[in-house]
């Protein structure tokens, strides 16, 4: 059985030197596992699967196949970075799928949050499978598990793990960073050449906008809760506030209030913004952003994003609440 303890002697990587040395031995050790054979990796854009396939990309080039299952549920903008840095900078040999319409389709009329997790989740794989399935000569999953989740087994990315493939797909894993801490990650990353905006990115759950576009998900609201959200990443971007705020995004509630617009009556969803700080996710207080900047981000959310009509900001620490609304 593989040690799952991190090795006493290894440094802890806090300089671009030393995350130069563990690339280097890393892609030794990769081309000395994996040979002239393929490598199939699920690739969400998040941290961890970005600088795993950063990695692969640098020892085994396109014996590496990135798979981009996008599930309808990303932040605006997230699947065309994903193409632009891995296909067209790094040239990756990467797979785009776009499953929009099938998870839409299974998640229409279903509102409650653990049973919308449940079919992502599971869709996830079916994508993931017949994508596989595809492929020719495939003998590796590559996996970006890092050592926290090898450490806290209820790790919060328990929830999202790519496991379940049915067993003849069970290919020899492939985890460079499985010793590595998120802050080694992100060190490595930047080495690798990836964007600071795809390194130091905040944490996104794996269903994704899925449980912000709150109760059984509509394509209006799930519009609403993109925009919205990359109004507030834009405006925290400008103001100094990425990368101060440990997450922060917005979620549409499925009631309607009454509004006022030109004169008019409307009857339109509220978007309401979150903004916590936190060491492990366990409790977490709120961020106390700037009111001017609060009624700046107000106005434009209720100015641009349709189908919206007031802003509302959650003051509640976790706990009482949790860090999202689902
Ligand atoms: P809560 O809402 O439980 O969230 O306070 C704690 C952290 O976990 C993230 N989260 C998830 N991550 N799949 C994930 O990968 C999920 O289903 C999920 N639910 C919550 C949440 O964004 C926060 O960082």
């Known amino acids: 059985m593989e040690n799952n303890k991190r090795p006493e002697s290894m440094a802890r990587i806090n300089t671009k030197a030393l995350a130069d040395k563990f690339i280097d031995e890393q892609v030794k050790l990769l081309q000395k596992q994996v040979g002239k054979k393929k490598v199939l990796l699920a690739?969400?854009?998040?941290?961890?699967?970005?600088?795993?396939?950063?990695?692969?990309?640098?020892?085994?080039?396109?014996?590496?196949?990135?798979?981009?299952?996008?599930?309808?549920?990303?932040?605006?903008?997230?699947?065309?970075?994903?193409?632009?840095?891995?296909?067209?900078?790094?040239?990756?040999?990467?797979?785009?799928?776009?499953?929009?319409?099938?998870?839409?389709?299974?998640?229409?009329?279903?509102?409650?949050?653990?049973?919308?997790?449940?079919?992502?989740?599971?869709?996830?794989?079916?994508?993931?499978?017949?994508?596989?399935?595809?492929?020719?000569?495939?003998?590796?999953?590559?996996?970006?598990?890092?050592?926290?989740?090898?450490?806290?087994?209820?790790?919060?990315?328990?929830?999202?793990?790519?496991?379940?493939?049915?067993?003849?797909?069970?290919?020899e894993l492939v985890e460079p960073l499985r010793f590595l801490y998120k802050d080694e990650v992100r060190m490595v990353g930047s080495a690798l050449g990836l964007p600071d905006g795809m390194v130091y990115r905040q944490p996104f759950p794996g269903p994704g906008l899925g449980v912000r576009c709150l109760g059984a998900i509509t394509r209006d609201r799930l519009e609403a809760v993109r925009e919205s959200d990359a109004i507030l990443r834009e405006e925290f971007a400008k103001n100094g506030l990425e990368g101060k705020v440990w997450q922060y995004f917005t979620a549409v509630p499925d009631f309607k209030s009454v509004g006022v617009k030109d004169g008019a009556r409307t009857f339109a969803y509220p978007v309401i913004i979150r903004a916590v700080n936190t060491v492990d996710a366990m409790t977490a207080t709120v961020e106390e952003i700037p009111y001017e900047l609060l009624k700046h981000i107000t106005q434009r959310i209720t100015t641009e994003v349709k189908g919206v009509n007031r802003v509302l900001y959650d003051l509640t620490p976790k706990p009482s609440g949790t860090i999202e609304w689902e």
């Open 43 to 171: 690739l969400s854009g998040g941290v961890d699967s970005s600088v795993v396939a950063a990695l692969l990309i640098k020892a085994i080039g396109k014996q590496l196949v990135c798979v981009h299952v996008n599930h309808g549920l990303l932040r605006k903008g997230e699947p065309e970075q994903v193409v632009e840095v891995f296909r067209n900078q790094m040239k990756a040999n990467l797979v785009y799928v776009d499953a929009t319409d099938r998870f839409l389709n299974k998640l229409a009329g279903v509102a409650d949050p653990e049973q919308k997790r449940k079919i992502i989740g599971a869709e996830f794989i079916r994508v993931f499978e017949e994508e596989a399935r595809k492929q020719d000569g495939i003998e590796f999953l590559a996996q970006g598990t890092i050592y926290p989740d090898i450490i806290e087994s209820k790790g919060v990315k328990a929830h999202h793990n790519v496991g379940g493939l049915p067993a003849d797909l069970q290919f």
